[in-house]
Every structure is written in structure tokens, then in C-alpha cells.
């Protein structure tokens, strides 16, 4: 199997029935899965038969964790705060932009994290306290330093993000008035994840949220993210709570590994954020320890949702591509190509204008600087191939069509060098993008 079924109103179903049971496995590291709405069933391809039960909820499914999201008055008229907590300590670990100009919450949240302990996360939206100096960086441990008195916390076990425009400073007394009285606010349910995962968007059009189940074990997460979106990560945050007992390499293991595969293979613009932010943290509060094969497992499920969301959530996306590498010579090799695809401008154009010009994917994956033999390249729309032995083959231009003018565009390409493969997301890029981001500051 190497399609992904995608039924549009999946999402309409899963809130009608709030629990999905369904067999997550994994062939040759394909993470695809087929999703039958009518009978509330996923179902991967057989590898090892675990079951998991994705649940109507976020990121306080879990036991312990609370959350709410607030009007502080950052942005004029919608949520712009939240914050996340946990009753008792929890293991955490993070995985953080890689761009070198870093806004002043990564450079905080990074420095708590080397004690791989926190218990509750400030995020903003609004304003990305980047490239603020050093009144920025006064300003994150403000924060810190005021909600960790208003949750009675160490400051240390207090982390924060913040996301929106560069450059803008913190309105620290809004932000002040705003976390007053906090904890007495925090609540559990859908109601509190909602309104959480609803402050942290900025030009997103939905929220992104999971609950999952594993053996008595539960996951819970929110995101946000539609633009400036490229490894490594994206603008995009992400927020991880489980009441598992995990050690602290593994969380710090699993987690970074599971990002490089989900969050580091998306693509909406090519371009970097200053405030990228992964945050996992594990409680305990189920008693329960899970396997560091099974936290992966349901870790890679929940980022590659995540991450698929952000994608489909594009700053004016009107389709998803989806760029899988096969037959390439190293791992790197096929994420570097599949990378350069979804990447390249001129194929996002491309499959705007629901055009077949395989030659812009030939032109992209020969420009990486990758070595491999162009006569032995084949090129895949869906299942459908345009190119052999590096050269159009016949094709029916009808069929061809309906994959072209569908809201997912598969392209693969065999560069037939070896047995490694990756999959890399992106979208298309369309006049409305260009539209949302020069009116951005605005």
C-alpha cells in the first residue's frame, strides 16, 4: 500500500463519534493510513498490530494536565494566551528552531529544559518576542517569573513560547493583568483544550489538536502553524502532554527522532521561523511506564497529524502535496529531494494551476546537488507515471486530471540508486498566500 485515503469530512465524523479505534502500523516506513469513516476504523499496514484509540480531546486528555486560553489583549479581538499545567511535576524535553536569529522564549524554554523538568507552559500569540533584544529576553522570564507566583511554582519548571510578529515587544502589563488568578481558571475537558489551542493561532483558519489512548496510557496536543513553514521546524508550536512514566533520555530521544521524521519533512514556504517550539511533557499520573517503541509509536502518530494539519492549514492552500523519494542511495539523499519538492516554488505554481510539468520536479531534485543517474529517474503523479527512465512516458491525461484537481497531489519519484525513501509535505502556493503575507504587519 502506498496511497493515502483521505475522506474530507473525517473531521465532521470524529466529533460525532468521539472514539476511533484504530491499528497503527508501518511498512518500509510508509506512514499512511486508510480511514473508513463508517465503521470508526484506521488501519495501517501490518506491522505490529497496536492499538490505539484517538479521542475527542487535547492537550488535557490526559490525567493532570489543565489548560485554559484568555484575552489578554494582544491582538484586538481574540485570544492571545494560554497556558498549560500540569498538578504535578512532569519529564519534558523540547526541540527548537535551528535558525540562527532565536526569539527570546526558545532561547528561555531551551536553557529550563537542560533539568528535563517542567509543569506548566505560557504561550502568547500576537507577538513573537523575537529579535527584541535584551529586553525581550527580560521580558520571557517576566512571564515566567509572574505565572510561576500565580501557579505557586518553581520558576525553573516554568516554560514559555510566543508566536506572531518580529520584532513587536511583550505588552508585559497585559500580560500581567491577564495571568492574575490563573490557576483558579485552568480546567479540564474539551472546553479548556479548545479554548487553549484557539490563542495560540495567528493566521491559522483552524485549530489542530489530538487526544490518543495506548493501553490505559493517554496523549493529548495542540499546534499552530500556516505560514513561514520549513524544516527545521516550522512557525509552528507544538504541545505534547501524556501521564506515561517515561525516563528522561527517552522522552529527549523519542522526541527528537519523531520530529526530524514529521515536523522537519513539512513545507509551506520555504521559510524559517525564529520561534519554532516541540514541547513534550510526561506527568506519570497514569502510574502506567510505556515502552520508549510504544511512546514512539504514538509520538509519530500525533506529529505526523500535527504536522499534516499545518500543511493543510496553509496560508491560502488550496491542495496538499505530498513528495515521497524512493530507491534513493542514503536516507539523507531522499530527504534532501523530497525536501527540494515540496520546497520549490515553481512545482507549488505548478500544482496551483493543476499543471502536469514533471519537468520543474526533474529540474528541482537535479539542483540539490544529490549525485544520481537522470536516465534511471521515474516520476509518479498519484499512480499514475509521466516520466521513465527520465523521459515522458504516455499517460492518460483524464485520469491524470482527477488526481491534479484533488485536495492531496502524491508525486514520487524513483530515483532507482539504492533502497532508501522519505516523505516530505507541502502545499501549493497560490495568490492568496501573497495576499495574507504582505498585509501581515498590518
Known amino acids: 500500500m502506498d496511497k493515502f485515503v483521505y475522506f474530507p469530512i473525517w473531521d465532521f465524523f470524529k466529533w460525532i463519534c468521539p472514539i476511533q479505534t484504530i491499528k497503527y502500523n508501518k511498512f518500509d516506513n510508509i506512514n499512511y493510513f486508510i480511514r473508513v469513516l463508517f465503521s470508526g476504523v484506521e488501519i495501517g499496514v501490518l506491522f505490529s498490530g497496536v492499538e490505539m ?7 488535557t486528555f490526559p490525567k493532570g494536565f489543565y489548560a485554559i486560553g484568555e484575552k489578554a489583549g494582544i491582538k484586538l479581538r481574540k485570544k492571545d494566551l494560554c497556558v498549560i499545567y500540569s498538578k504535578q511535576e512532569a519529564i519534558a524535553a523540547g526541540c527548537f528552531t535551528s535558525n540562527q536569529v532565536k526569539a527570546a522564549p526558545v532561547i528561555v524554554s531551551k536553557e529550563k529544559l ?30 515566567v517569573e509572574i505565572a510561576a507566583k500565580e501557579l505557586n511554582l518553581n520558576e525553573k519548571n516554568v516554560l514559555v513560547a510566543s508566536t506572531g510578529l518580529i520584532g513587536s515587544f511583550l505588552p508585559m ?5 491577564a495571568l492574575f488568578g490563573i490557576k483558579q481558571k485552568l480546567g479540564k475537558g474539551h472546553f479548556y483544550s479548545h479554548s487553549a489551542a484557539e490563542a495560540i493561532m495567528t493566521t491559522d ?25 520549513n524544516p527545521n521546524m516550522a512557525t509552528m508550536l507544538c504541545f505534547i502532554s501524556t501521564d506515561a512514566i517515561v525516563s528522561k533520555k527517552t522522552c529527549k530521544k523519542v522526541l527528537k527522532e519523531v520530529v526530524e521524521k514529521s515536523f522537519n519533512m513539512i513545507s509551506v514556504d520555504g521559510d524559517m521561523s525564529t520561534n519554532d517550539s516541540v514541547f513534550l511533557l510526561a506527568n506519570g499520573a497514569s502510574g502506567k511506564k510505556i515502552s520508549e517503541k510504544k511512546l514512539k509509536q504514538a509520538l509519530e502518530l500525533i506529529c505526523l497529524d500535527m504536522a499534516k494539519k499545518i500543511v493543510s492549514d496553509g496560508e ?30 515553481l512545482v507549488k505554481t505548478a500544482v496551483f494551476g493543476e499543471d502536469v510539468n514533471w519537468g520543474r520536479v526533474m529540474a528541482t531534485i537535479g539542483s540539490t546537488g544529490n549525485k544520481f543517474n537522470s536516465e534511471k529517474v521515474d516520476v509518479f503523479f498519484g499512480n499514475i507515471k509521466v516520466v521513465g527512465k527520465g523521459i515522458e512516458v504516455k499517460f492518460d491525461n483524464e485520469k491524470l486530471k482527477k488526481i491534479l484537481t484533488g485536495n492531496n497531489v502524491p508525486i514520487t519519484v524513483k530515483i532507482n540508486n539504492g533502497k532508501k525513501q522519505a516523505t516530505a509535505w507541502g502545499c501549493d502556493l497560490t495568490y492568496k498566500y501573497v495576499g495574507i503575507n504582505s498585509a501581515y504587519h498590518t
Do not use: H, R, W, Y
Not at 173 to 177: G, T, W
Not at 205 to 220: C, H, L, Q, R, T
Not at 329 to 337: E, G, I, N, R
Open 53 to 59: 484509540k484517538i479521542i475527542k480531546g487535547g492537550i
Open 114 to 143: 537542560e533539568n528535563g523538568i517542567a509543569q506548566a507552559i505560557v504561550v502568547n500569540s500576537g507577538c513573537a518576542n523575537a529579535c527584541t533584544g535584551k529586553k525581550g529576553l527580560k521580558d520571557s522570564k517576566k512571564t
Open 173 to 177: 502589563d497585559k500580560i500581567k493583568k
Open 205 to 229: 483558519a483552524m485549530e489542530k489538536e489530538i487526544a490518543v489512548k495506548v493501553n490505559g496510557i493517554s496523549f493529548g496536543a495542540m499546534a499552530k502553524g500556516a505560514g513561514m513553514i
Open 316 to 345: 491560502g492552500a488550496t491542495k496538499v502535496i505530498e513528495a515521497k523519494v524512493v530507491n534513493a542511495s542514503s536516507d539523507k539523499s531522499a530527504k534532501v529531494l523530497a525536501l527540494a519538492i515540496v520546497n520549490s516554488p
